[in-house]
């Protein structure tokens, strides 16, 4: 009786301290996706970035996106997809997923109130970060924890601390971790990126079979 009696007990605190983690969750009004990852989030000038690459598993109606594993298929699929980088979920927290083009153009991948940049917001947000030729050094977190090593220049001092999550090719193959970080700009077939060798950031056309990393945007 005694034994059950604290097993109660212990049952009760651990309710007590999931029910109070999720508390601050909601309370603290970070951006939640559906699978429940909350993001850390960074004004820089006049908008609000994601400071985390979108991980996410399902769009934001519910529905799943595709895992794609296999290179063959992921080089075909005409669908929504993703994957981690290496087909590794230990990739996840740090670098997040990586998403093809068609999941991008759902509309679907940000939480409620948060939206895949367009290409006027990532030059709004490059122009306030001085232009190209700066703006990359000032986007990239500091330091080698996650980058293969630092170029002159490398600040964070937007705070955005961009990661290089690499890419995958349009046959499937992983490319870049630690070495370049490429995001998705909406309605182009474009991304933003920058570089372990270079302050410099730049925008780059792509196939809509590769996958890229997404960061979302606060909804004016």
């Not at 490319?175 to 570089?195: A, T």
Request: hydrophobic share 30%; with cysteine; aromatic share 12%.
């Amino acid at each position: 009786m005694r034994n059950r009696t604290a097993l109660n007990i212990l049952a009760m605190t651990l309710l007590s301290i999931l029910v109070l983690t999720c508390e601050r969750d909601k309370d603290s009004g970070l951006p939640r996706d559906i699978d429940g990852n909350v993001y850390d989030t960074i004004v820089i000038g006049t908008q609000t970035w994601f400071k985390e690459n979108l991980k996410t598993t399902k769009y934001n109606n519910g529905s799943s996106i595709a895992l794609v594993t296999g290179n063959v298929i992921w080089s075909s699929y005409l669908a929504g997809a993703y994957c981690w980088y290496d087909n590794n979920s230990d990739y996840k927290d740090d670098y997040g997923a990586l998403y093809n083009l068609k999941a991008v153009s759902s509309g679907l991948l940000c939480p409620d109130g948060w939206h895949i940049p367009t290409k006027e917001e990532c030059s709004i947000l490059i122009e306030y970060l001085r232009g190209s030729y700066y703006a990359g050094g000032k986007l990239k977190e500091t330091g080698t924890l996650h980058w293969i090593s630092e170029s002159q220049g490398t600040t964070n001092e937007s705070g955005f601390t961009g990661l290089p999550g690499g890419y995958r090719d349009s046959h499937g193959i992983f490319q870049d971790l630690k070495k370049h970080g490429y995001w998705w700009i909406s309605g182009f077939e474009r991304v933003l990126s920058i570089h372990y060798y270079s302050s410099n950031s730049s925008e780059i056309f792509s196939s809509g079979l590769v996958g890229y990393s997404v960061r979302c945007i606060k909804d004016n």
